[in-house]
């Protein structure tokens, strides 16, 4: 079975005379991007020649002119949860997408439902959530959207895949 790929950046428009592109982020983690690395995208295997972060540019070996580089525009980069894992290190209480994606969400004892996407609006992440069987037929919302923020979030246990939360029923029933 092949391994889910996500999409990790998107390449613009050429730049200059030596096959620089506009690069686009779709990551957390700019740092896994590196002189030398290899990615997969929808137009073959990439790999890194140069990277600017300031200039937003990106050059990939072997297309090192600026007709070489324009057949790479709109190109999409892609990572598995294996390059993902090995390229971005995360901080203390934080956790990839992946992971949380599948977790049930718990108040006290009670389970409110399980994390079926996560969805980014302005600089916050919400978790979208799938309601238990039981809430809905107690009259409560199929799914709704919980902020993945202190106010709401008490901790993410990855061994035990829940969510712990507070005052997130609240969120369900209002929803």
Request: aromatic content about 10%; charged content about 30%; overall charge negative.
């Amino acid at each position: 079975m092949p391994q889910e790929q996500f999409i990790i950046a998107q390449i613009g428009r050429t730049i200059g005379l030596w096959g620089d592109l506009k690069f686009h982020l779709h990551t957390d983690f700019p740092e896994q991007f590196k002189v030398g690395h290899t990615y997969k995208s929808n137009r073959g295997d990439l790999t890194v020649a140069d990277i600017n972060f300031k200039r937003g540019t990106i050059r990939f070996r072997g297309y090192e002119s600026i007709d070489a580089a324009k057949k790479l525009t709109n190109a999409k980069l892609f990572a598995d949860i294996e390059q993902t894992k090995e390229h971005c290190d995360l901080q203390e209480g934080q956790h990839f997408w992946f992971d949380i994606i599948g977790c049930a969400v718990k108040q006290d004892d009670e389970v409110l439902g399980v994390v079926e996407d996560i969805q980014r609006m302005a600089d916050t992440d919400y978790l979208a959530i799938k309601t238990d069987e039981t809430l809905v037929e107690a009259g409560m919302s199929k799914s709704f959207l919980l902020p993945y923020i202190d106010r709401y979030i008490i901790k993410a246990d990855m061994e035990e895949k829940v969510v712990y939360t507070q005052d997130a029923k609240d969120i369900l029933e209002a929803s």
